[in-house]
């Protein structure tokens, strides 16, 4: 059976984005590219990016939360909930980019809160 080179590429590109910008050995980065080999997440990551605790904000630094309520910054709140909805569909590049955009908007929030 012949491999179709252009689908393989598709196949990973979330993995090559993550890669491609460092944040593949994250929690998240993680998740994402065993579900993108897979095929698609786990009913666990479901779950888990769907709850403020354990979602990719709540997984980034907990400083960013309000306990269970989910982060304080509207901004980043957003992106959760983009990010939970992403994970749901099985949207694996969309789910890799919105984890980045956490990732800056953390880091931002984090500099200028404790720089």
């Known amino acids: 059976m012949k491999t179709n080179k252009k689908a393989a590429q598709v ?3 979330a993995e090559s984005f993550l890669r491609k910008n460092g944040i593949h050995e994250s ?3 993680e998740a994402i590219i065993k579900a993108e080999i897979k095929g698609e997440f786990s009913e666990h990551h479901n779950l888990m990016a769907n709850d403020w605790p354990t979602c990719a904000c709540g997984k980034n630094d ?3 939360m309000d306990g269970d ?3 304080y910054d509207s901004e980043l ?4 909930l ?3 909805l992403y994970i749901d569909d099985d949207d694996f590049f969309a789910a ?5 955009f956490i990732e800056k908007r953390a880091t931002t929030l984090l500099q200028a809160k404790y720089a």
């Not at 709140?77 to 959760?80: D, K, T």
């Not at 890799?96 to 980045?100: D, F, I, K, V, W």
């Open 11 to 13: 196949l990973k590109q």
């Open 96 to 100: 890799a980019s919105c984890l980045l």
């Open 82 to 84: 983009d990010f939970g």
């Open 69 to 71: 309520d989910g982060p």
């Open 27 to 29: 929690y998240w980065g």
């Open 62 to 64: 907990p400083r960013l």
């Open 77 to 80: 709140r957003e992106l959760g």
